[in-house]
T-cell receptor, first 117, second 111 residues
Framework: DAGVIQSPRHEVTEMGQEVTLRCKPISGHDYLFWYRQTMMRGLELLIYFNNNVPIDDSGMPEDRFSAKMPNASFSTLKIQPSEPRDSAVYFC???????????????FGPGTRLTVL | SQQGEEDPQALSIQEGENATMNCSYKTSINNLQWYRQNSGRGLVHLILIRSNEREKHSGRLRVTLDTSKKSSSLLITASRAADTASYFCATGGSGYSTLTFGKGTMLLVSP
């Protein structure tokens, strides 16, 4: 398997522009997570999905952030409008829950480095 | 707030030496995991220890867990320059749950 795929790897945009980050989870995984990583705040969970349904979006910082998962193999994180303080590395991760006794090990993508000027 | 807190924040050693990183957490857990992050890359799962286990080995890695003290340690023996990375602990709850990550320990191994 190719692992979790994210695109783009780098994004530079100007304040006010819309930004869309994309993620393809590992095939067969039923959980998908979006994280944001900064030096100041570390790794923050933004939102996660189970079987394409958003379960907890309490980590989404503002209404400017939205995430969708239209099918099991694709998710997007959108920021509209973007602001300089959104500059960070955004990671997508996926995992598989195999029932009682299984673990919640997560598999991370390479991340998207977002710079908002 | 962060569940896991790693200590030290940064560690610098020479190749061949052992590196020990610690993690403390606050609430009861089902398992504790360690991840590595190389510069500019995503996190990679290293090892998992369940709450009913006290020690686990994987290659040059040794993880211990003390649930009474709510702490864990990761030991990397005979370190190599390629071990240079940030190391994160993450705790998982009962059933299926999200992981809560600490802020990590930056390890620098000099040749």
């Amino acid at each position: 398997d190719a692992g979790v795929i994210q695109s783009p790897r780098h994004e530079v945009t100007e304040m006010g522009q819309e930004v869309t980050l994309r993620c393809k989870p590992i095939s067969g995984h039923d959980y998908l997570f979006w994280y944001r990583q900064t030096m100041m705040r570390g790794l923050e969970l933004l939102i996660y999905f189970n079987n394409n349904v958003p379960i907890d979006d309490s980590g989404m910082p503002e209404d400017r952030f939205s995430a969708k998962m239209p099918n099991a193999s694709f998710s997007t994180l959108k920021i509209q409008p973007s602001e300089p303080r959104d500059s960070a590395v955004y990671f997508c991760a996926s995992s598989f829950f195999g029932g009682a006794g299984s673990t919640d090990t997560q598999y991370f993508g390479p991340g998207t480095r977002l710079t908002v000027l | 707030s962060q569940q896991g807190e790693e200590d030290p924040q940064a560690l610098s050693i020479q190749e061949g030496e052992n590196a020990t990183m610690n993690c403390s957490y606050k609430t009861s857990i089902n398992n504790l995991q360690w991840y590595r992050q190389n510069s500019g890359r995503g996190l990679v799962h290293l090892i998992l220890i369940r709450s009913n286990e006290r020690e686990k080995h994987s290659g040059r890695l040794r993880v211990t867990l003390d649930t009474s003290k709510k702490s864990s340690s990761l030991l990397i023996t005979a370190s190599r320059a390629a071990d240079t990375a940030s190391y994160f602990c993450a705790t998982g709850g009962s059933g299926y749950s999200t992981l809560t990550f600490g802020k990590g320990t930056m390890l620098l191994v000099s040749p």
